[in-house]
């Protein structure tokens, strides 16, 4: 019931910035947290970065101090900031919702994924 649209992902040089944008649809349960996975080719998804619909983020090591993740509650939307950007960055951008609602249970959604590259 819940609907995630990813947007922003593309090419970008090493250093430079990209703004990933997720936006939920649906069934939204106001208590949840949003946040962002990526996969590099061989390699497992991996955490980047998630928040807390009451504002607790917590980053991956490999991105703290360059990725900021932030929310807008009122639209359902959540973003990623990514400065400083590295050729390791180079991977394909989930962004997940999960709730826990009473009686009802866990709900998990991913999105469609992003392609960011960081090249030269």
């Known amino acids: 019931q819940v609907q995630l649209v990813e947007s922003g992902g593309g090419l970008v040089q090493p250093g430079g910035s990209l703004r990933l944008s997720c936006a939920a649809s649906?069934?939204?349960?106001?208590?949840?947290?949003m946040g962002w996975y990526r996969q590099a080719p061989g390699n497992q998804r991996e955490l980047v970065a998630t928040?807390?619909?009451?504002?607790?983020?917590n980053y991956a090591d490999s991105v703290a101090g360059r990725f900021t993740i932030s929310r807008d509650n009122a639209k359902n939307t959540v973003h990623l900031q990514m400065n400083s950007l590295k050729p390791e960055d180079t991977a394909v951008y989930y962004c997940?919702?999960?709730?826990?609602?009473?009686?009802?249970?866990?709900?998990?959604?991913w999105g469609q994924g992003t392609l960011v590259t960081v090249s030269s």
């Open positions: 997940n919702y999960a709730a826990a609602r009473p009686v009802v249970g866990l709900l998990e959604v």
């Open positions: 649906g069934d939204i349960f106001t208590i949840n947290v």
């Open positions: 928040t807390t619909s009451s504002g607790t983020t």
